[in-house]
């Protein structure tokens, strides 16, 4: 029977790292012939098919609440790496920088009349 947990686990499945894992969850759930299926599949097919049957199995609030945590897990690897990107500094920006502090910097805007 599809639970919240063996249908979040379904999705770590095609994750290396992660499939024992799900693979043991979705087994603890009673999903044997899925489980078979996904380990004899050999494309995205039968797990694209079965992620649908899965949603429909647990119901829309529990599809939106998974989806809603890993919306908030990528926010926050993005928001990770934009603010290590952001932070780089180098000899040769601050070189540029003081040269157009020189000429006097940014330019003002003008107002559009």
Known sequence: MWTPQSYNALFDYAN?????????????DGLIEEVATLDKSKSLG???????????????????????????ELNAAAAALGKKGGSVKSDRKATSSRENGRKGGRPRKKPIS
């Not at 290396?16 to 603890?28: E, F, G, I, V």
């Not at 992620?51 to 890993?70: M, Y």
Request: proline share 5%.
């Open 16 to 28: 290396p790292a992660k499939k024992d894992h799900a693979r043991q969850t979705m087994l603890a």
């Open 46 to 72: 039968d797990w694209y098919r079965m992620t649908t049957v899965a949603a429909e199995a647990v119901g829309p609030k529990v599809v939106e609440e998974s989806a809603n945590q890993a919306e908030h």
